[in-house]
Every structure is written in structure tokens, then in C-alpha cells.
């Protein structure tokens, strides 16, 4: 824990479009920016540079083995013991990983995001605070169109055939069930203000902070 002098580590999960994001970022800006080291998993999807695009559009990308997970645990043990990272950056449109990196320095609180961050067990174990963001299907559908769409370079036919064919599936057998490893369950798509808050109060306490 952080008064031992090892960072805290907070896992927040959910499903697609559920407000991860929303919820990561409040809890950066209400905690501060200064405290916290950020890493997405989904920066960490495996390179598939050695397949065509056609190849690549066929790939399960909301499978846990499309992440390389294993270079994520290796940077949180580096994160852990106050060593810096190069976090991958991943090409959404090319389904590649790009040459460049994102430098995160190490913290007393390390914030993991991603879908799948409670459905590996061997990720979820080296979480001491998780936190599932809970949404309607309909709503996380809806704004995984617009995301997709809009910041991803994808076009309608192809994010409704990837929801249907991959991304349902896997939030039905991978990430639902991760919402039991949960220590706090956020509803209403991150914009409960009441959870959000007994959480920023939380990591204010660890940390010492009035």
C-alpha cells in the first residue's frame, strides 16, 4: 500500500462504451493528475502486422489473448517498484502497434483501464482496489458507434458486425462475469456522482490528503 511505500494499484472495468473513460478521467482530475500513473490496456493489443487487413478485420480483438498482458504485468512491476514505462500506442485503424511510446512515470496510485482488466485473473490479482462501470447494453452499443466512427476510422457496417460477432459474445462469457471480482460497482455509465466521489475519497485517505 502506499504508506508502505508501494503504489496502489486501481483496476476500472466494464464493458464497451460503458464510461471507463469518464470515470478514469474524474478520478484523475478530482485526485489529480500529479499522483496518479495512467495505463490502458487496450494500448497494449498485440501487433498484426503479419496478417493482411482483411486478415486482421477477422481477428476476436475483445478476447483476452489479443492482449499482450503479460508486457502490461511486467510494467506494473516496474510501475510498482518506482520505474518508469513506455507504454505502447496502438493503431486503432491499422490494427497495428505503432513506433511510438507514451512515457508514464511511476506514482502512488497506478490507475489500470480496460474491459478485460478483472477478467484475467492473473491482471486482476495485482489489483488492490477494482472497479466495474456498469451500463445498459443499448447505451454502450450507441456510443461504441460513435467512437468508433468518429475516432477510429471505421465505418458503420463494420463496428455493428464486430459487436455482433465478437464484441457481445465476449462481454457475455468474459467481462459480465468479471463484475463479481468487483470491489465497487459503478452504474448509470459512470455519471453517478455518489459512487464516484466515495471512491476519489478513498484514494484521497491512502494518500494522505485532506
Same mark, same amino acid.
Given at each position: 500500500?502506499?504508506?508502505?511505500?508501494?503504489?496502489?494499484?486501481?483496476?476500472?472495468?466494464? !464493458?464497451?462504451?460503458?464510461?471507463?473513460?469518464?470515470?478514469?478521467?474524474?478520478? %484523475?482530475?478530482? &485526485?489529480?493528475?500529479?499522483?496518479?500513473?495512467?495505463?490502458? @490496456?487496450?494500448? =497494449?493489443?498485440?501487433?498484426?502486422? @503479419? %496478417?493482411?487487413?482483411?486478415?486482421? $478485420?477477422?481477428? #476476436?480483438?475483445?478476447?483476452? #489473448?489479443? $492482449?499482450?498482458?503479460? $508486457?502490461?504485468?511486467?510494467?506494473?512491476?516496474? $510501475?510498482?517498484?518506482?520505474? +518508469?514505462? *513506455?507504454?505502447?500506442? @496502438?493503431? /486503432?485503424?491499422? =490494427?497495428?502497434?505503432? *513506433?511510438?511510446?507514451? /512515457? &508514464?512515470?511511476?506514482?502512488?496510485?497506478?490507475?489500470?483501464?480496460?474491459? %478485460?482488466?478483472?477478467?484475467?485473473?492473473?491482471?486482476?490479482? *495485482?489489483?488492490?482496489?477494482?472497479?466495474?462501470?456498469?451500463?445498459?447494453?443499448?447505451?454502450?452499443?450507441?456510443?461504441?458507434?460513435?467512437?468508433?466512427?468518429?475516432?477510429?476510422?471505421?465505418?458503420?457496417?463494420?463496428?455493428?458486425?464486430? =459487436?455482433?460477432?465478437?464484441?457481445?459474445?465476449? @462481454?457475455?462469457? /468474459?467481462?459480465? +462475469?468479471?463484475?463479481?471480482?468487483?470491489?465497487?460497482?459503478?452504474?448509470? !455509465?459512470?455519471? #453517478?456522482? &455518489?459512487?464516484?466521489?466515495?471512491?476519489?475519497?478513498?484514494?484521497?485517505?491512502?494518500?494522505?490528503?485532506?
Amino acid at each position: 500500500m502506499v504508506e508502505d511505500g508501494v503504489p496502489l494499484v486501481v483496476g476500472v472495468a466494464g !464493458g464497451t462504451g460503458a464510461g471507463k473513460t469518464t470515470i478514469s478521467r474524474a478520478i %484523475l482530475e478530482e &485526485v489529480g493528475r500529479e499522483h496518479i500513473a495512467h495505463v490502458q @490496456h487496450d494500448a =497494449y493489443y498485440r501487433d498484426l502486422g @503479419h %496478417l493482411s487487413m482483411s486478415e486482421r $478485420l477477422q481477428q #476476436n480483438m475483445d478476447h483476452p #489473448n489479443a $492482449l499482450e498482458t503479460e $508486457l502490461l504485468l511486467e510494467h506494473l512491476g516496474r $510501475l510498482r517498484c518506482w520505474e +518508469p514505462i *513506455e507504454m505502447p500506442v @496502438h493503431g /486503432f485503424a491499422t =490494427y497495428r502497434r505503432t *513506433e511510438r511510446t507514451t /512515457f &508514464v512515470e511511476p506514482r502512488p496510485v497506478i490507475l489500470v483501464e480496460g474491459i %478485460l482488466v478483472l477478467a484475467i485473473p492473473e491482471l486482476c490479482d *495485482e489489483l488492490d482496489v477494482k472497479v466495474y462501470v456498469d451500463a445498459d447494453a443499448d447505451i454502450r452499443l450507441i456510443r461504441r458507434l460513435g467512437r468508433d466512427i468518429l475516432e477510429r476510422g471505421r465505418d458503420l457496417s463494420s463496428v455493428i458486425a464486430q =459487436y455482433l460477432g465478437t464484441v457481445r459474445p465476449m @462481454h457475455l462469457q /468474459f467481462v459480465e +462475469p468479471s463484475k463479481r471480482c468487483a470491489d465497487a460497482i459503478v452504474p448509470e !455509465g459512470g455519471r #453517478n456522482r &455518489v459512487v464516484l466521489e466515495t471512491i476519489c475519497a478513498c484514494l484521497r485517505a491512502t494518500l494522505g490528503m485532506a
